[in-house]
C-alpha cells in the first residue's frame, strides 16, 4: 500500500504544521497592546476617580495593578487604584485588544481616553444588586433613587509588565 | 465545453482548498455557540474552602491563612481589596483566591490556556486583523460557489433539483427561515 501510506504521511504533516502554528501560547516578559506607550506621567487612579469630570474625554495614563480581567474575549482589564476598594477599567471593542487571564497580578500602565458610562435608575438598581450578591451583602434596591455613572478608559496603548 | 463537468471539477478543487478554512470555522463555530456554558479560551479549575477569618486579621496572615487552605505552596504576586469584605489574591500563572468575609468562604481558581481553540476563535472572530479579513471573504465567495455549485452536482432522480431530493434542499432552506421570521 505505498500510496495510502504515502498519504497519511502528507496528512500527519499537515496535521502536525497545523498543531504547531496553532498552539504557540505568548510567555513575554511584558505584554505590548496597541501603540507604543508615551512618556506622560501616570495620573492616581484615585485622582481620577475623586473628580472623573476633570478627565472626561481627555487621554489619561493610569498604571496599576491587574486585579481583572474578562475571561471570555480578554476584552477588559481591572487595574487596581492607589486608594483601597477601588479600580478603573479598560475596556475595548471585542478583538482590539485581547488582555490574558494570566495578566491577573502584573502591573499595567496603560494610556487612553476616559468615558463615562451612564447608567438608568434600573440600571444602576441591577448593578448594584449583581455587586452586593457577589460581595454577600444584602441590598434593597429601593435605596437606590437615581442613575449612576462608570468611568473607564478607552486604551490606546498598554503594557502588561512582568 | 462540458459545463457539468467543469463545474464537478470545480466543486471537488475548491472543496480541498476549503476543507481546513471550513474545519476552522466549524471548530471555533461549536466553541462560541456554547461560549456561556464552557470558556472558549480557558480551563478553570475552581476549589472552594471555608475560611474562619476575621477583618483584624493583616494581609500577610489573610495570605498565609489562604495558601494553606488551598494546601499551595507558591509565591504571591499581587493582592487587593475589592471591597471591606473581598479580598483577592494573585498568584502565579494568573490563578488566584477570592476571599469573602462575609460568607467566610474562599474560592481558588487555576486557569489553564486551552489548546488550540483559542487560536481558531480568534481567526472566527477576525481578531488578528491584518490581511485574514481577505482570506475569510475569499473563503465566504468559495463557500457561496459551493453552495450553489452542488445543486448542479449530480444529473437524474438524486438530483438537488428533483422531489427526491429536493426536499433536503428546501428543509435547509426551510429551518434557517422558520427562525427569522418566528
Redesign the interface.
Known amino acids: 500500500m505505498p500510496i495510502l501510506n504515502k498519504n497519511k504521511r502528507v496528512l500527519g504533516a499537515l496535521l502536525t504544521f497545523a498543531s504547531l502554528s496553532m498552539s504557540g501560547v505568548s510567555h513575554a516578559e511584558t505584554l505590548h497592546f496597541g501603540e507604543a506607550l508615551t512618556h506622560q506621567p501616570p495620573v492616581a487612579v484615585s485622582a481620577i476617580l475623586a473628580s472623573p469630570e476633570a478627565y472626561l474625554d481627555k487621554t489619561v495614563t493610569i498604571e496599576g495593578t491587574v486585579v481583572g480581567v474578562c475571561s471570555m474575549r480578554g476584552c477588559w482589564a481591572d487595574i487596581a487604584s492607589d486608594a483601597r476598594f477601588q479600580k478603573l477599567r479598560l475596556k475595548v471593542q471585542d478583538g482590539d485588544m485581547v488582555f490574558p487571564m494570566h495578566a491577573k497580578g502584573r502591573k499595567a500602565i496603560a494610556t487612553g481616553k476616559l468615558y463615562a458610562v451612564h447608567l438608568s435608575q434600573a440600571q444602576t438598581q441591577r448593578y448594584l444588586a449583581a455587586l452586593a450578591k457577589r460581595n454577600g451583602e444584602d441590598f434593597d434596591p429601593k435605596t437606590v433613587t437615581e442613575g449612576m455613572a462608570i468611568y473607564q478608559v478607552e486604551p490606546v496603548a498598554v503594557d502588561i509588565l512582568d | 465545453m462540458n459545463w457539468f463537468r467543469l463545474n464537478r471539477t470545480l466543486h471537488r478543487d475548491i472543496g480541498y482548498f476549503c476543507i481546513?478554512f471550513t474545519l476552522v470555522f466549524a471548530v471555533s463555530g461549536l466553541a462560541l455557540n456554547h461560549?456561556r456554558d464552557i470558556?472558549?479560551?480557558?480551563i478553570?479549575e475552581r476549589a472552594e474552602a471555608e475560611v474562619s477569618l476575621t477583618l483584624q486579621a493583616s494581609d500577610a496572615e489573610i495570605n498565609a491563612y489562604l495558601l494553606n487552605a488551598f494546601n499551595l505552596d507558591t509565591s504571591v504576586?499581587?493582592s487587593?481589596?475589592?471591597?471591606?469584605?473581598?479580598y483577592?489574591l494573585?498568584?502565579e500563572?494568573?490563578h488566584?483566591i477570592t476571599l469573602?468575609l462575609?460568607?467566610q468562604r474562599a474560592v481558588y481558581e487555576a486557569?489553564t490556556?486551552r489548546?488550540?481553540i483559542p487560536?481558531?476563535n480568534?481567526l472566527h472572530?477576525?481578531?488578528v486583523?491584518q490581511k485574514w479579513v481577505v482570506f475569510s471573504d475569499v473563503y465566504a465567495v468559495l463557500l457561496i460557489y459551493l453552495a450553489v455549485s452542488a445543486l448542479f452536482m449530480v444529473k437524474g432522480k438524486y438530483s438537488a433539483l428533483s422531489w427526491r431530493r429536493g426536499w433536503l434542499v428546501l428543509l435547509g432552506t426551510a429551518i434557517p427561515l422558520a427562525y427569522m421570521w418566528l
Request: proline share 11%.
Open positions: 481546513s461560549v470558556n472558549p479560551n480557558y478553570v504576586k499581587a487587593y481589596w475589592e471591597s471591606p469584605s473581598r483577592k494573585f498568584l500563572q494568573g488566584t469573602n462575609n460568607m486557569i490556556p489548546p488550540i487560536a481558531l480568534r472572530l477576525n481578531e486583523r
